[in-house]
């Protein structure tokens, strides 16, 4: 199921935490290693503890909710208060989408107006967001608007406790804004992450454990056979 759709009641506050393996993903185009970076929405704090595994010299975690994870600031990300902050290298966040996207789009603006020079954002979107003719001026039409990291996992965002593999619908990319002194214009660029995507296995044990699970079998004596790792876990 995807966390934008509108057939499900929405967790207050768009409350999603991102699982780590996504920050893993922007970190191999972009070196976080040393960055001060400013996450605005941190929920939980996984995306913070995620950034900082990554080298982050420092990640200053806000968010409009205090949850009691140890963040630096309550702030609304998208008020006119500034953060005790002096300075970041980037905003990076998994922003909350509201209704048809609209507070995505607000924070994609209100992280433009906040960005230093030179500086970057990076928010993590549905893949298609950039398709919207009402969004072309965070996109196509940013002078800004510098890459696209699009996943080739799908993210679980709500994990089943009925033993039913999560089967997510949904597609996601980072999308990432550079404010540069160059008055050089460069066209976005399309890249792709994890390097090595996780194929998943064919288990579904709802339709027939025994031919499932020997599919399973099957499956990973085929990749240790072309050489491959045989499971690999997430
Ligand atoms: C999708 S969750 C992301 C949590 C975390 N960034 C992560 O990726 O695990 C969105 C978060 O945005 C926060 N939020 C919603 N509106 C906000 C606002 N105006 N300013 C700051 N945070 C906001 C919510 O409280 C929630 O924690």
Redesign the pocket.
């Known amino acids: 199921m995807g ?1 934008h759709g509108t057939e499900y009641a929405r967790v ?7 699982p780590s393996w ?1 920050v893993g993903a922007v970190a191999e185009h972009l070196d976080l290693r040393g960055l001060t970076v400013w ?10 503890a995620a950034l900082r595994c990554q080298g982050c010299a420092r990640v200053y975690a ?4 205090d ?1 009691g994870a140890g963040q630096d600031e309550t ?5 006119a208060q500034n953060p005790k902050l002096e300075r970041f290298d980037l905003i990076c ?6 209704q048809r996207g609209r ?1 995505a789009t ?2 994609i603006e209100v992280g433009l107006q906040r960005l230093r020079t030179p500086g970057l954002l990076a928010l ?1 979107l549905p893949c298609d967001f950039d398709s919207a003719k009402t969004c072309a001026r965070c996109f196509g039409d940013c002078p800004h608007f510098a890459a696209k990291i699009v996943l080739r996992e799908r993210v679980v965002w709500f994990r089943r406790d009925d033993g039913i593999r999560a089967a997510p619908k949904e597609n996601s990319a980072w999308f990432l804004w550079q404010r540069s002194p160059l008055r050089l214009r460069h066209a976005p660029v399309i890249l792709y992450a994890p390097a090595n995507a996780a194929v998943e296995l064919p288990y579904d044990g709802n339709v027939d454990f025994d031919r499932s699970i020997n599919a399973c079998y099957a499956a990973i004596r085929d990749r240790v056979a072309a050489g491959g790792r045989g499971w690999k876990p997430k």
């Open positions: 966390k207050e506050r768009d409350l999603y935490p991102t996504v996450e605005p929405a941190c929920g939980d704090g996984g995306m913070a806000s968010d409009i909710v949850r702030l609304d990300f998208l008020s966040t998994n922003p909350p989408f509201g507070l607000a924070f993590l």
